[in-house]
């Protein structure tokens, strides 16, 4: 995941608790959540939409993604940044669909796995924003270390079917992702306190993050909802 560059002052900032910030960050924050909502609705609408056709390719998918991402994180005009915003968000939930039809997973499930998620992106963001400063930026280059390891798993998981591969993929993206949670709220605050705020990007780095959970806990309870058939 790209994330802009933080400028982070060392050891004098380190005693500072981000939770302390000053009262326009706390704003900027608002803001950042209210995008991720905006996301997280379009992306509702995208998962229904493709419950409701059944078409879905990976390729064009994740492609489309990243260059609706992508066109986020470069454009300079805003109408086609919020355009491509939404279809980003759409495209998401577009993703999610497949998993729920695939595992046949009753809407109790689903309801389950959100709720689910939602706690761990609170706990984690709460941790992030009541720790003191920067103390889960000195983390990010572990995550990119397990982010490459488990693109190496997926990748040889196209050729070897091996179900610790699975599990690997599975448990260990949802604790990856879950810290990426924290590490992506300190990165949004320490960027917000250096001037540096853009609530599109920054909410698109933490709805990443929220789907990937929630992708995972819907395999793990679509998993267990088909043994115990």
């Not at 917000?192 to 806990?217: E, H, P, T, V």
Request: charged residues 10%.
């Amino acid at each position: 995941m790209p994330h802009a560059d933080v400028h982070y002052e060392g050891a004098a900032a380190e005693d500072k608790p981000t939770f302390g910030v000053v009262n326009d960050v706390h704003a900027y924050i608002t803001t950042v959540y209210q995008h991720l909502t905006i996301l997280g609705a379009m992306a509702c609408v995208g998962c229904a939409v493709q419950l409701k056709v059944g078409i879905f390719m990976f390729w064009p998918e994740l492609l489309g993604s990243i260059a609706t991402m992508s066109a986020v994180y470069f454009a300079q005009n805003y109408r086609f940044r919020l355009s491509m915003f939404l279809t980003f968000g759409f495209l998401g939930g577009w993703g999610v669909g497949p998993i729920i039809s695939i595992y046949d997973i009753p809407t109790e499930a689903v309801l389950t796995a959100f709720a689910l998620t939602t706690l761990i992106f609170v706990c984690f963001t709460a941790s992030a924003m009541y720790s003191k400063r920067g103390e889960w930026l000195h983390i990010g280059g572990i995550l990119s270390s397990c982010i490459t390891g488990l693109f190496a798993v997926w990748v040889l998981s196209l050729f070897f079917t091996i179900p610790f591969f699975h599990t690997i993929l599975i448990y260990g993206g949802l604790v990856v992702f879950s810290l990426y949670v924290a590490y992506d709220t300190a990165i949004m605050i320490e960027n917000a306190n250096n001037g540096n705020k853009d609530a599109m990007i920054d909410s698109i780095n933490l709805f990443i993050d929220f789907l990937a959970i929630l992708k995972r806990i819907l395999i793990i309870l679509g998993e267990s909802n088909k043994k115990s058939k």
